[in-house]
């Protein structure tokens, strides 16, 4: 167990729709991180927020949106979702230990867009 | 932009032989950080062993051991006594000092079949 908690695990919608998935970090980690895996694109970085802001962005569609909470939760916001946004979403806190600090992963949630 | 190769999709070991997973990367910064980490069926990401760009030694933790060779940009994985255990996806990962936040650029990943 890496501490990582994510919810829901698995999540199935129609084409068109708005999830949140959600995300809370291992205790005293300020940082989030949220990837995308999908078969054709690996994983992708997302987004990254330290304690409640913004740091970093990555191949994130205008359609998705992320926000980190005072209580240090994030949640992933996916809209207007189409067919190809399939795919398993991680959420990652980084741990101690500066720059190289390790990402410690939750087990995902697994999006089925129909 | 940093980017991770892993060129080799699948491999297959036979339990208790050696097998080594290759990694290239490219970029142009000095300090980075780079990583193996594990994906089982049970699809949760874990850390096996972690390189500091600045250290010279490869890093080893127990029968998981790299090469380094900055100059090259390689960074490969070596698993020794392999173990039906070690049966899964591992990808290669890296991740720049500075600015960079903390995010891990992956390469594709290698599937591992570990044979009885």
């Known amino acids: 167990d890496s501490g990582v908690t994510q919810t829901p695990k698995h999540l199935i919608t129609a084409t068109g729709q708005r999830v949140t998935l959600r995300c809370s970090p291992r205790?005293?980690?300020?940082?989030v991180y949220w990837y995308q895996q999908s078969l054709d694109q690996g994983l992708q970085f997302l987004i990254q927020?330290?304690?409640?802001?913004?740091?970093a962005k990555g191949n994130i569609l205008e359609r998705f949106s992320a926000q980190q909470f005072p209580d240090l939760h994030s949640e992933l916001n996916l809209s207007s979702l189409e067919l190809g946004d399939s795919a398993l979403y991680f959420c990652?806190?980084?741990?101690?230990?500066?720059?190289?600090?390790?990402?410690?992963f939750g087990e995902g949630s697994r999006l089925t867009v129909l | 932009a940093q980017t991770v190769t892993q060129s080799q999709p699948e491999m297959s070991v036979q339990e208790a032989e050696t097998v080594t997973l290759s990694c290239t990367y490219d970029?142009?910064?000095?300090?980075?950080?780079l990583f193996w980490y594990k994906q089982p069926p049970s699809r949760q990401m874990i850390l096996v062993i972690r390189q500091e760009a600045y250290k010279q030694q490869n890093a080893t933790e127990n029968r998981f051991s790299v090469n380094f060779q900055k100059a090259a940009k390689s960074f490969s994985l070596k698993i020794s006594d392999s173990q039906l255990g070690d049966a899964a996806m591992y990808f290669c990962a890296y991740k720049g000092g500075g600015t960079s936040y903390g995010k891990l650029t992956f390469g594709q990943g290698t599937i591992l079949t570990v044979h009885p």
């Open positions: 990652a806190s980084r741990g101690p230990g500066g720059p190289s600090g390790e990402l410690f």
């Open positions: 970029t142009s910064e000095s300090d980075y950080y």
């Open positions: 205790s005293g980690d300020l940082s």
């Open positions: 927020y330290y304690n409640g802001e913004e740091r």
